[in-house]
Structures are given as structure tokens and as C-alpha cells.
């Protein structure tokens, strides 16, 4: 059964005059990784620390496993493991000890808390750094020991916020490729923040735009693809040589082109129906050369892009 | 006691231990106790060989604490001086640091109360200073018995133990503000310095205040130097250092027998012997209360501030 973990409900939290998170209502289910996407200062961060009851909403209400969190975060923050933006640790302590307390304040015997911070450890690949000071870690293996010390206390959801920031490209996406196996390994709902679209989306069962505190659009990827671009269905990338400005009205002359942009090495054919072989013949006929001409297909980036355009 | 309480108590012990900064600061504490309880040793010894008075009604072990040769101060003049560069140091980064440590947020993500993470820095804090004042004061106590070659009193171990109690309590009060310091202000440095100017207040300018404010006409009529007099008591009072001392000067000199001001009625027929260890912890009562109700006036605004501070800064 799909059960519904999280549950925002109108959640809305102001800063002065300014809200930061506006009447934001999103149901998150059981075992799905979610992604929570938007640019700096959107008011994911918000969200998050509404949703672990360490910041009070103005309005509006959060549910975690049936719990409210405001009302009773203790017993949320049993449940939810949180990676925080930017983690800190003890830094003479080792990276076992810090995992140790985060064990020991989730109430487990020494023995217990040793065995699950040495496997965790080692699934994070720290395993040969456990004895080391957090001192000397990097900031790939200072994540790695953020994973870990959001998962030692064996919670039902983790809560990542911009899990990937800071790390190099190589180091995100086995950071992710991480994430998603503790996922399918655990049975976990996972909840990330990001500003970079590229690599979640691809870890990601569902995402959500976030912008200005608002959530503009939420589905699977290809979902919101489909619900975004549905008016213009067919679109392609016609490359030219040369790449002439004559070309455009000979092309909005084709029938079902819509639209014709121009960009930097290629045409941008917005159509109603497939006209590919329409737009081959005239790109010939008027003396071109066709140098490539293919359907496009759209990412979370283009998704993004467009959503931005649309809030600004 | 709460579990999760218990553990940051350990955490922050450990922490105090480990701390370069602690143990320079004990190490200035001992070392400076330590030349002064010589010179003060060295001092009585020649005064005891040219008195005649018999050896237990003199309070040497006391005297070992509050004596001066003149050259450098006594123990009790180092100890009131430094305890709240203790105090304040141990606390001045308590939450500030952690903030920009970034640990606490990671702290208070965990299923604990909020408050228990200023509690556990309060009473570690306290437990380690404790430990240490008793131990550096039994260990003076052991010097001195082997340089007078007899035993302290039993009155005269529990006036100290009682002096070294009073002196952590003191350091508490300090420990506080620098607690309160700590969460008002976002920068350690900040904090650091706000707390040693209160300090230094108290400690330098507060008796110069009250005198200029309350100026005592000694050339006047008896009533109002009297009421003079009592006015500047309660002035300089509200200083825990004035109270502090004043629990010193009680239980370590048991020949003081009043605080304040006295008239000629009182001291009339007044046989001049030392008070006795029970007279002595009453005189004191109202001083010690004030003390507490410093520190806990000064960290249920700590415990405000904290619990409506937005974790993010
Ligand atoms: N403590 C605070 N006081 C005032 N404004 C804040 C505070 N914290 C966050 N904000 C504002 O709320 C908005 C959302 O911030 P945040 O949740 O951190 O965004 P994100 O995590 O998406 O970058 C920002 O405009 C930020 O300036
Ligand atoms: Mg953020």
C-alpha cells in the first residue's frame, strides 16, 4: 500500500513580511525518493526544518507519519534522519565517535551503536577512515559521514538537504548512486533538496518545483515533460548551413509549423503535427544545406527552465 | 535524569578535558595558587615561631588561603580574580560555536529537548570546576600539612570545603553569563570580550562607581554616615564579586563578625571572639541565595533566548 509519510498540508511560513514558504499542501509517499527542486533561497531549507519540527510554521500543518511535528517533534525526530545543508561535526572527534553520539541521543546501548556505526561506516566507504579525526576528512568524506549519521538511527525517512552541493562531478553521482541503493536496500523514503536538476533526476521518483516559496509544478519526470510542453508536442532541432534569418519565413510557411526560433547553431521547430519530412524538403528546395534535423526531447532542465520563465 | 542529558553531560566533560583552553586555565589557576600558598606558608611559619598563642586557635590552615607576604597576593585574592576568566572562558563559545560549527542543528535534529543542550553545558561545566576547586584545595591542604607538621581542624576542613564550594558557585555565575553571551551574540570573539568587559566592570570600576555615587561624608553626623554607609552596602552588592568576597572574608577569617556597618550599641559588650563555623554559614546565607539566584536569573534568559533562537543564523 502506498501510505502517505509526509503530509503538507497549506504549510506556510513568513519571515517579516516576506513568506518564505507559501500555503505549500504535498503528499509524499512511502518508499519514494523525492525531489525537492528550486534555486537558492526558495525555501526548501524552510521546509525541511518545518517538516523536523525545529521550525515553527506560521500557518498551516505538517504530518510525518501521522504525527504533527510541531506539536511533537521528539517523537518525529526519532523517525526521520536528517542530512543537514552544509554539516558540521566534532572535529577531534573521531568519525566513529561522532556517529556514536548521534547514536547514544537516539537512546542505544554502546554495543549496539558501535555495530551500526562500523557497518554504516562501511557502506559510506569510510570504513578505513572510522579512527580518524573529522578534522582531517574532506568535504566528500564529511557527506559521506553526514549519510551516515542520518541513517544510524535506523529511521523510516532521510531527509537530505543539497546533498550533492560542494562535491565534485565523480563524487556526486556515487553519492546519489548511494542514496538510491540505501533506498531500495531499506525500503526508505527519501526526501532531497537540490538546485542542481541534472543529477537528481535521475534518482528522483518524483520531483517538485519549488519557486518563491511556491510549489509550481510536482510528477514524475515525464509527467511534468508531457504537462509542460503538451500545446507543442513536436519540436525540432533543424541544423542549417548557412544559417540564414531568410530561412525562417520560408519555414513558417510549412503546414502545422507553429513556431520558428533561432538559436546559436540550429533551428527550433515548434509544430503541431510530425513535419519533419516537410521541413527536409523546403530546407533543400530553398538551397540549403541540411546538416541535421531531430525531434527534441525535453529534460528536467528544459522543464525548469520554462517554469522559471513562466515566475519571472 | 533524561538519558540524552546524561550523554551530552559526558560529551561536554570530555570536551572540557580535552580543551587546550581549560587546561591552560587550571594550569594558570594552580600555578598561581600554588607560588602564593608557598609565600603564605613561609609567612606564618615565622609568625608562628615568635607568638605564644596556642597553635589551634590561630586558624593556620585557613591563614594558608588568605595570608599575604606582601610580595605576592594570597590565594583567595588570585582565586576571586581569575575564577571568572574560568567561568567565562569555559562558556563564552557554548552555543556560538556550535552554531558556526554547524553541529547544532545536527544536535537538535535528534529526538532530544532543546533545552537540554544548554543544561548539559551548565552543569558539566559546573561538575568540572567543582571537581577541580576541591581538589586543588585538598591538595593545598595536604602541603600544608606537611609544613606546619600537624592536622587541620575538623572546623577548619569544613570552612574550606565550604570556600571551595562557594568559589564553583561563583565560577557558576560567571559560567552563566558567558552561557547568555554565548547564545545573544553570533560571534564568539564578540561574546568573549562582552563577557570580560562585565567582568572587569565588576571587578575594577563597580567599588569606584559606588564611592563616587555615594560618596561617604565621614565628617557628618553618626545617623546619616550610618544610613551612608548601609546605601553603599546594598550598591556594592549587587555585585557577585561584593558577595563573593564577602562569603570569603566570613569563612576564612572567622574574627570578622559582622558584614555591615555596625553602631556603637552593638559592638558594646560585644566579647571579640571568632565566630563559630554554624554563626559563620548564617552570616553568609543571604550572600550564597544571592549568588544562585544570579546564576538563575541569568540562565532562564539564556533558556528564553535559546528556546526562540532560529537555528539557521
Ligand atoms: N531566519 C531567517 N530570517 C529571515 N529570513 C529567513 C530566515 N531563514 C531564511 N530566510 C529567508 O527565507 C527564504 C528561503 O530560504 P531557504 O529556505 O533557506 O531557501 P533554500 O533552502 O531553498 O535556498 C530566503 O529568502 C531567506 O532569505
Ligand atoms: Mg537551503
Redesign the interface.
Known sequence: MADVVIELKGLTKIYGTQPAVDHLDLEIKRGEVFGLLGPNGAGKTTTILMILGLVEPTEGEVKVLGINSTREPLKVKKWVGYLPEDVGFYEDMTGLENLKLTAALNGMEEKEAVKAAEELLEKVGLGEAKDKKVGAYSRGMRQRLGLADALIKKPQIVILDEPTLGLDPEGMKEFLELIKNLSREGGMTVLLSSHHLHQVQEICDRVGIFVKGKLIAKGTVSELAKELFSTELYTFEVAVNPMEDDLISKLMSVEGVKKVEKEEKAFIVHAEKDVSAEVAKTVVKEGYNLVRLMPKSYGLDDIYHRYFEGVQ | MR??LR??IK?EIA?HI?SWRFNILLALIFLTALASIYTAGMAIRDAVSKADTPLGDLYLFLKVFTVSDGRLPSFITFVGFLAPLLGIGMAFDAINGEIN???L?????????RDDVILSKWIAALLVITVFFLALGFFVMGLAILFFGIPPTFEEVMRIIVFLLATALYVGVWLSLGILFSIYFRQPATSLLASIAVWLFFALFYDMIVNILVPIDTEGPAQIVFRQMQIHQYLLRISPTTLYQEVVTTLLSPNVRSLGPLTVAQVVGAIPTPLSFDQSLLLIWPQIAGLVALSVFLFAISFTLFMRQ???H
Not at chain 2, 105 to 111: D, E, H, S, W
Open positions: 538519558h540524552s550523554v551530552l560529551k570536551d580535552h560549527r554547524r553541529t542543528v545536527r544536535l537538535i535534529a535528534q529526538p532530544i529537548y532560529d537555528i539557521r
